[in-house]
């Protein structure tokens, strides 16, 4: 699976959008962008994925670049129960990889009021 | 549906003990895994599984033992417990569809080895 690379903190101010970055340059073609977020000492909850086209359902939005070498998750009206670490995650299609999610150190998000 | 479900919640044990940590999912999930977070780290792979009686090692499996003999549940233990094993430990399950999935997490189990 391709590694990914995210900013270690942000800042946002409630009511506006928050935009965390993810670069995955080394994705190959066959290869999902998954976003998961854990708020403090909670389990991880999914938040949405993308192949190449851009993704928007109720939580976020996930646009993907052309080259698909980097994305970003928009959370388009933060609030503060948005605080929490986000996780960007590359994952390739098929039984194989079913079940098994490489996380890195994700990007803290801290929605200020 | 209660979802994924992780007994218990809270546990200490001392150097040398061995114990079992339950996960069990009510959506007829095929894939089941356990994870581990450190301290202000990512979760990491301890082992999963694709289905009832088939099991795999993710990245970090020395120390653990799991089997899936039902596909509701899936234990994870500890043999012999070292305090480096002391973490936050994650169940969570999802179905098989393709290449994509919704992994679905438990609250965690918070283990202390002294």
């Known amino acids: 699976d391709a590694k990914t690379t995210q900013p270690t903190s942000m800042d946002c101010a409630e009511g506006r959008a928050a935009n965390l970055p993810c670069n995955h340059s080394t994705i190959s073609g066959n290869e999902y962008v998954y976003w998961y977020r854990q708020i403090h000492s909670q389990g991880p909850q999914y938040i949405i994925h993308g192949l190449k086209n851009n993704e928007t359902n109720e939580m976020a939005s996930l646009i993907i670049t052309e080259d698909r070498k980097s994305s970003t998750l928009i959370l388009p009206h933060a609030t503060l129960r948005d605080t929490a670490v986000y996780y960007c995650?590359?994952?390739?299609?098929?039984?194989?990889?079913?079940?098994?999610?490489?996380f890195g150190q994700g990007t803290t998000l801290q929605v200020k009021p | 549906n209660a979802g994924v479900t992780q007994t218990p919640k809270f546990q200490v044990l001392k150097t040398g003990q061995s114990m079992t940590l339950q996960c069990a999912q009510d959506m007829n999930h095929e894939y089941m895994s356990w994870y581990r977070q450190d301290p202000g780290m990512g979760l990491r792979l301890i082992h999963y599984?694709?289905?009832?009686?088939?099991?795999d090692q993710g990245e970090v499996p020395n120390g653990y033992n799991v089997s899936r003999s039902t596909t509701e549940d899936f234990p994870l233990r500890l043999l012999s417990a070292a305090p480096s094993q002391t973490s936050v430990y994650f169940c969570a399950s999802s179905t098989a569809s393709g290449g994509y999935n919704e992994q679905f997490f438990g609250p965690g189990t918070r283990l202390t080895v002294l």
């Open positions: 599984s694709v289905g009832a009686g088939i099991t």
């Open positions: 995650i590359v994952r390739g299609m098929g039984s194989g990889n079913t079940g098994k999610l490489i």
